[in-house]
C-alpha cells in the first residue's frame, strides 16, 4: 500500500474555549478528509494567544503531511492568526498584492471604505499562496504544508472546496457500521478476537443511549475492501448471536 | 486578584477523528468551566493510539490546573485510556477494589456476567481515587490533576457533576454580548481602541450568517464587574452609532 497522507486540525478562537461558540469545523473536516483518503490524526484547540498558537502549530506541522487552521483572519484586533503563523515559520509579513488587488475590487463594489482593518486581511505571510473565498473574498492562504482557513463554517467549507484539487490524496478509508442492542460486555471478548485477526480493518465499539435504551455501534474501517467485508461478516454474525442470545440487553 | 486554575480537555477516540460521531463533549466542559472560574485554555483531540495519548497527557497535565479526558473508559479492546493514563504517570495499573465491589454489585443487580471483559472497567492507574458514575455504575478516576472521564456525553456530564464539589475555584468570568448589523470592517478600529483602555477585559468580535444576511456578535468577558460594564457602555455606543450611520451593512 502506498502511504496515505495524514493531517491535524488545529481550532483557533477563545470563542471555543470559553463555551460561546461550539465548534462545528473539526466535524467537517474530518469528514471531508476521509473522503480524500487523508488521515487526521489529531485536532487541537487554542485560544487567541500569539505563543499558544506558534507552539501548536510548529508541533503539528513538523509531524503532519498537512495543517488545517480555522479562525482568527478577519480585520479586528482579536484577529492574530496570520502574525502567529509568520512567527512560527519565522518569515516576514505583509499586505499580499493579489489579495489586496480582490479585496479593493469587492470593497468598491460593495460600497465599503477599504480602510486599514478591512485591509488587514490581505495580510499573509511571505512565501504564502493564497485560497479562494467564494463566500466573502477575503482569501485564506497556505504556507508550508500549513493551510489557514476561516473560521465561519460556511466559508471555511467553501476554502476546502477550493483547496481540495491541490491535496495528495489517499486510498479512502471504507466503514461498515453494525449496530447492536445493549451494551459491550458480552461482545468485547469476541469482538477483541476479531479485532487480532484482522490487522488492515479498524474495529471501534460505540456506545449510545438510543431510543429503546442503550445500544453500541459497532464501526469496521478499512482501505482493504476484501478485509473489510471479511470482518464486517463475523462481527454481523457476532451480533446476531449476541442478539439471539438475549445477552446484549442493558447497560454494560 | 488570586490565581485562576487553568484547565486542558483532552478528547480521546478514533470516532471524532473519522467524522463519525461529532464531539459534544468539549462545549459542555467549557460552559461549565466557566461556571466554576476555571480558565479553560486548551483542549486536544487524539486517536485510540497509546502513544499519542501518553504524549498529549503528560504536556497538558504539566501546563495546567487540571486535565480532563473524555472517552476510552468502557470494556472493548479499543479502550486504552487507563493503562495509557498510567505509562504517562509511570505506575502500575490493576483492578481497584472499591470499583471491583461496585462493579460486581451493579453486574449481580442487573444479572449480567461479570466477565473479564467488564471488570476491565475496574482497572485503575496505583493511586487513582474514582469517580461516581452515576448513571451506569463504572467509574471514572482521578489521578494527579487529571480526572478521567467516560466519552459518552450523559456520563460525562454525570462525572463532572460528581467531582465539580473537589475542584479549586476561580472568580467566575462574566460575559455580555452586543450584537452588530453586519461585519467588522468599521466596528474594528474603534473596537480595537476600547479593547486597548481595559487590560481586564476580553474583547472579541464573532461575526456569522444570521437570517438577514451577516452579523457580528461583540463579546465582552471580564472577572471585574465594573470594567466590564463600563466596556460594555462604550461598545454599546459603538454599535448604536454604526447603525445609526448604517456603516455596519454587509459582509466584513
Known sequence: MTSVPTAAVLLIGDELLSGRTKDKNLGFIADYLVGLGIDLKEARCVADDEGDIVAALNALRARYTYVFTTGGIGPTH????????????????????????????????IGREPNEARLRMARTPEGAT????????????????????????????????AIAPTLDKGVPMQSRSVALQGGEGDVAKPLGEIQARYSDVFIGSYPFEGVGGFATNLVLRSRVPASLEKAEAEVKALAEKMTREGTARGWS
Open 130 to 161: 493564497l485560497i479562494e473565498n467564494a463566500v466573502s473574498k477575503a482569501p485564506g492562504f497556505r504556507i508550508g504544508n500549513v493551510f489557514v482557513l476561516a473560521g465561519v463554517p460556511k466559508i471555511m467549507q467553501a476554502m476546502m472546496e
Open 78 to 109: 482579536d484577529d492574530i492568526t496570520a502574525d502567529a503563523v509568520a512567527k512560527a515559520f519565522q518569515v516576514p509579513i505583509g499586505h499580499h498584492p493579489r489579495a489586496l488587488e480582490i479585496l479593493l475590487a469587492y470593497f468598491k463594489e
